[in-house]
């Protein structure tokens, strides 16, 4: 086998030309092996020019200050201490939606921190890690729903749910919303009426990672253009929109799905649609996607969110961030 990947036929070419009676079936160090090494140096770089428009955000797009430390404790503490005013504690459903084959303590430690902070009783997690299609994690959370809230395909918006979506939870999130079925991926009445979705960097224009390894199908659907992501968007849009206010949380560092890459397409000039939030953060240059759901900035603000009180984070600063565009 050649090198790259071709049958050899024991007439490589070599210093010599084609035919030259070499039959080792590799190229020599004369102009064939220039021309891999080149060949390779330019996929590489290519390579990496895609990576960083996936990832870094556009130059001069605003980002949302973060308070500090010492104010976050303060609102965490406030949270905890005080029910919402609005009496949503009792009756407000949750549904928190677990990452891409990530363990159950993902998704069951930011349910315990926005049970403290949000008071509220009924919230449903689910994570799904041994599931590799569509099909397997929406028939997951669609079992859980029927367990927890038998009746809930029927609800209308006044039984709507807040829905919180790690990663690739966000785009499971939207599927409920418009009823996909997991097989065909059609729009069907089954679906889960949601009052409000925060995703938390959810690959909703597909995910950097997933253009380079795809270990199963459901990582091969999250990738740009895929089919999963083409039913959802034509699904909204042929339902005439969402239907509920989404706020897509995205981080610089985010090497696995990408700062632009985690908000959803919405108006026409690519920015936020009625009554949506996007909210650009500066995340850590190691396990920046990993950590998001335990950020304290981050939950506090989803918290507030979810409680009907003012985010901690919206207002923007007006320092430009670096980068390539995208």
């Known amino acids: 086998m050649r090198p790259d990947g071709r049958q050899n036929d024991g007439r490589d070419q070599g210093s010599g030309g084609p035919g030259n009676g070499r039959r080792s079936g590799w190229p020599d160090a004369g102009g064939t092996v220039r021309a891999v090494v080149r ?69 069951r ?41 038998p009746g809930w395909p029927g609800w209308t918006d006044g039984h709507a749910v807040d829905v919180v979506g790690v990663s690739m939870g966000g785009l499971v999130g939207r599927s409920l919303a418009m009823g996909l079925d997991g097989e065909s991926l059609a729009a069907t009445e089954r679906r889960l009426a949601v009052r409000r979705m925060i995703t938390l960097c959810s690959p909703h224009r597909g995910a950097v990672a997933a253009e380079w390894v795809r270990p199963d199908a459901l990582a091969g659907q999250m990738r740009a253009g895929s089919a999963w992501l083409r039913a959802i968007n034509a ?48 995340g850590r240059l190691v396990m920046s996607h990993f950590l998001v759901s ?13 409680r009907g009180e003012g985010a901690v984070m919206d207002h923007q600063s007006t320092r430009p961030r670096s980068g390539a565009g995208s």
């Open 39 to 107: 060949a390779g140096s330019e996929r590489a770089a290519a390579g990496v020019m895609a990576v960083c428009r996936g990832v870094l955000p556009k130059v001069g797009r605003a980002e949302h200050a973060e308070p500090g430390a010492e104010a976050l404790r303060a609102a965490w503490a406030e949270m905890e201490r005080r029910p919402p005013a609005d009496g949503e504690a009792g009756g407000g459903r949750l549904l928190v939606l677990a990452g891409y084959r990530a363990p159950w303590v993902q998704v």
């Open 109 to 149: 430690n930011l349910e315990r921190s926005l049970v403290r902070l949000t008071h509220r009783r009924e919230v449903v997690a689910v994570a799904y890690p041994t599931a590799g299609t569509v099909a397997g994690v929406l028939a997951r959370v669609r079992a859980a729903l029927d367990e927890a809230w």
């Open 235 to 282: 699904a909204e849009t042929g339902g005439g929109g969402r239907g509920y206010p989404l706020i897509a949380y995205t981080q610089t560092a985010d090497w696995l799905v990408g700062a632009s890459r985690s908000v959803p397409e919405g108006a026409p000039d690519g920015g936020p649609g009625p009554g949506d939030a996007h909210v650009h953060l500066r």
């Open 294 to 306: 335990s950020e304290r900035a981050v939950l506090v603000d989803v918290a507030r969110r979810l």
